[in-house]
Every structure is written in structure tokens, then in C-alpha cells.
């Protein structure tokens, strides 16, 4: 029997999302749904919850649920990821505590920054783990990573892992919905042109019937900025670079040296930026389980329609080899060519039973390249401190991070990374 694993099961929600798509799917009846967690408890009620979506669905999936990861993975044909590694207590709230202290804040701290920089530098380890044993065991197997950091992760993956695999985010997905609904134009028909790298691709082309809807994009968008709304940063991103983002306002604050500034405490309001908002989301989450366990793990007329999530899309395009496109992370092997080799961008790719196919683009507008560049050279880094282990690694990474190097001196960055080090203790690996 051909298998489907995910590790983290124990995101019970996401689980459901993405396997509960697996059982809406004729094409993948026959798989068995590996499920793996370190937690036992959240491992159990995935499995619970998916018993009881087989029941109510007539899938005939299998559902196993594996303590061991190895024995989860073996035979693999397709792996989806959805760790955190060091959850919010401990290691979100020392993201955030220990930079405060410095003077420092964040809004999501989970792609780049400082917080950034540390979830890559203890999840690596863990993912380079995942890759020995997918050598081994499962060598062919497709690597599905849903885990932030994206960019980093996903490159890590490929390049050190020497695992197929490709990051899927939401980002690409909801640009269009997230722009036009707010100004009021229509989405039918409209056709656009994605690229860049996560969390920072950019809208290249908008039109509808051949017309470019930029001019009227901005038109709306500038009488709206005249109001508080919560996505003030990425509209004054379109107008001073020409190009809408992918991610939202609260993630590209922290991206960018422009916004998040001690002698400029007034933009925070001006852009209406909200600070220490992941810490918040956690706390909500954490809350919200505790009633959404009952209606989710022991409902027994729990239903599931199939969601948005890429990852039952894409293993339909692969097993029945009908072509689906996404907007996928992957190496850049002269895809964006004013980007570097090194990086992982995020382009338009096409599934079938081939695999994954990314597509050409060429190169980006010079500001748009530029601007991405900025955000790479701090995951390069993070990746040789994770390869080398060597602490300076991490004082450059942090050092060329934008909103970092933005407000901290070069003594205070080097002593705010050997502050989260400690705090950190053995989440990280000993660098030297």
C-alpha cells in the first residue's frame, strides 16, 4: 500500500486540512496516512479526528499512527512537513523577550530578523534528521515543507538533505483575494505573474482581457491608505517600488529597514504595524484548542470539504499525471537570474507524474531583485553558521539582516545573538 506521511501530525487542524483532502481525493483512495508526532497525545487525537472524517467521508485510506519516525516514513512516496521545533514556550517567547531587551521588536519573527535567524538554526538540525532517515527508508520520496522558515528550510532540504523537495506557502495563493476584495475589484478572469522568494514575491503582471489593472490597483489603493486599515505597509511598498507583495503587512514590516524604527515610534501607528503580534496568535491558538479539541478530535459526524492547501492537488497531478500549477519553493537553477544560484525562489511550477517543473522567468525588476537580495543574504548565512556551526556565521547573518542592522549597533547584534544563544541553551546545537 502506498503511503502518505506527515510529521507533526499533531496539528490537528492542518492534519485535517491536508489529509482530510487526501480522503476527498479518488486518485489517492488507496494510500495509507502515516501519521507521526513527538507529542503522543496530539499524535492520538489526529488520529481520532481522522477516524471519524473516514467514517463520515467512505474514504478508504488507511490511518496508522506511528511513534517512530522511522518506521512512519518507511516507503514513503510523498512526506508532508508541519513541525515547530521549540513551539511558542519556549523558543517563540525567547525570540521575542531577549531582542526587547535590546531595544528590538518583531511582528511575526518567523521568516527573517533575528527571530528568524534562531527558529532556522534549531529546526535545521531537526529537518537534516528527517533527511537521514528519508535516505534511508524512503529515498524517492517527495518532501512537502509547510514549515517556516521557508526559504531556509526548504533550500536546506535540497542542498544539504538531498531530498526532493519543494516549500508550499499560502502567500501565492492569497495575493489576488487579499488585494482586490479590499478595493473592490473583481478577481474573475483576471490573469497575474508571481516571482520572487517567499514571503517577499511580488505581482509582476495584473491584467484582465490584456489590460493592465496596476494603474487602477493604485488609484484605489492611495484613496484607501487615507484610512486605518491593516494593510498600509505592503501598499506603501506598491508605491514606492512599483510592485504589490505577496505576504502580508505585519511580516513585510519586519523585512524591511523602514518601518519597525525606535526614532520613528510614530510610524508604527502611521502604518498601523502590530507589534509582538505572533506571541498573540500563539496565546489564541493555545486558548482556542481547548474548545475546538472536542468539536475536532471526538466529533463523530465530523465532515471536511476540500480545502485550498497544494499538497492533495499536487499528488493527484503526480499519480494521475493531469497537470496542476502552483506557486512552489525551489532552488534557483537560473530561474530569477538576478538572483543568486544559491537561493530558493518562489515561481510558478507545473505537477505531473514528471515531478515538479519550475518555470522560467528571467529577471526581476532591478528594485524588486534588490530588495529580495537583501533578505537572502541573510539566509545564506544562517545556512553556513547551521553547515559550519561557527558563531560568526551567525553574528553575519544577523548583521546584513535589514530591520536588525537597521536598528542595532554592530556590538549590541553581536551581543543580542550571544544573549539568544544562551537563552536557547539545548534547543541549539553548541556552535563554536
Known amino acids: 500500500m502506498p503511503k502518505i506521511t506527515f510529521i507533526g501530525a499533531g496539528s490537528t487542524v492542518f492534519a485535517k486540512n491536508v489529509l482530510g483532502d487526501v480522503m476527498m481525493t479518488p486518485a489517492l483512495q488507496d494510500f495509507e496516512l502515516a501519521l507521526h508526532d513527538i507529542d503522543p497525545v496530539r499524535l492520538k487525537d489526529s488520529e481520532n479526528m481522522l477516524n471519524n472524517l473516514k467514517a463520515t467521508s467512505g474514504s478508504t485510506c488507511r490511518i496508522v499512527a506511528y511513534a517512530d519516525r522511522k518506521e512512519a516514513l518507511r516507503g514513503a512516496k510523498y512526506v508532508v512537513n508541519a513541525i515547530q521545533v521549540g513551539g511558542y514556550d519556549p523558543c517563540t517567547i525567547t525570540d521575542f523577550e531577549i531582542p526587547k531587551k535590546f531595544g528590538l521588536r518583531q511582528t ?233 544560484k544559491e537561493a530558493c525562489v518562489e515561481v510558478t511550477c507545473l505537477v505531473d507524474r514528471n515531478g515538479i517543473t519550475p518555470t522560467y522567468v528571467g529577471d526581476l525588476p532591478p528594485q524588486l531583485a534588490a530588495l529580495n537580495r537583501t533578505n537572502i543574504n541573510t539566509q545564506l548565512l544562517t545556512i553556513e553558521a547551521a553547515r559550519t556551526r561557527k558563531k560568526e556565521h551567525i553574528y553575519h547573518a544577523a548583521l546584513l539582516d535589514p530591520h536588525t542592522s537597521a536598528e542595532l549597533s554592530i556590538d549590541d547584534t553581536v551581543a543580542l545573538c550571544d544573549a539568544l544563544i544562551e537563552a536557547h541553551g539545548d534547543w541549539l546545537p553548541k556552535f563554536h
Open 108 to 340: 511575526i519573527a518567523d521568516t527573517l530578523g533575528i527571530g528568524g535567524i534562531f527558529r532556522n538554526l534549531r529546526t535545521i538540525p531537526v529537518m537534516l534528521d528527517f533527511a537521514k532517515d528519508i535516505q534511508e527508508v524512503c529515498p524517492d520520496a517527495w518532501f512537502f515543507n509547510y514549515t517556516n522558515p521557508m526559504a531556509v528550510l526548504t533550500n536546506v532540504m535540497n542542498t544539504d538533505g538531498g531530498v526532493k523537495t519543494v516549500g508550499l506557502c499560502h502567500s501565492v495563493q492569497a495575493c489576488i483575494p487579499h488585494l482586490f476584495k479590499p478595493l473592490g475589484l473583481d478577481m474573475e478572469g483576471v490573469q497575474a505573474k508571481i516571482a520572487g522568494i517567499n514571503h517577499m514575491a511580488w505581482l509582476l503582471e495584473v491584467t484582465k482581457d490584456g489590460v493592465d489593472l496596476y494603474p487602477e490597483i493604485k488609484r484605489r489603493a492611495a484613496e484607501r491608505q487615507k484610512e486605518k486599515h491593516n494593510d498600509m505597509v505592503r501598499y506603501e511598498l506598491m508605491f514606492r517600488f512599483g510592485y504589490y507583495v505577496t505576504e502580508s503587512s505585519e511580516h513585510n514590516a519586519e523585512y524591511h529597514p523602514y518601518f519597525i524604527k525606535r526614532n520613528y515610534p510614530e510610524l508604527i501607528e502611521r502604518y498601523n504595524i502590530p507589534l509582538d503580534e505572533y506571541p498573540r496568535r500563539c496565546i489564541r491558538q493555545i486558548d482556542r484548542w481547548k474548545t475546538m479539541r472536542e468539536e475536532l478530535v471526538n466529533n463523530k459526524n465530523l465532515s471536511h470539504t476540500r480545502s485550498h492547501e497544494y499538497a492533495s492537488y499536487m499528488m493527484e497531478a503526480m499519480e494521475t499525471n493531469n497537470p496542476f500549477r502552483i506557486g512552489g519553493n525551489v532552488m534557483n537553477t537560473g530561474l530569477i537570474t538576478n538572483l543568486p
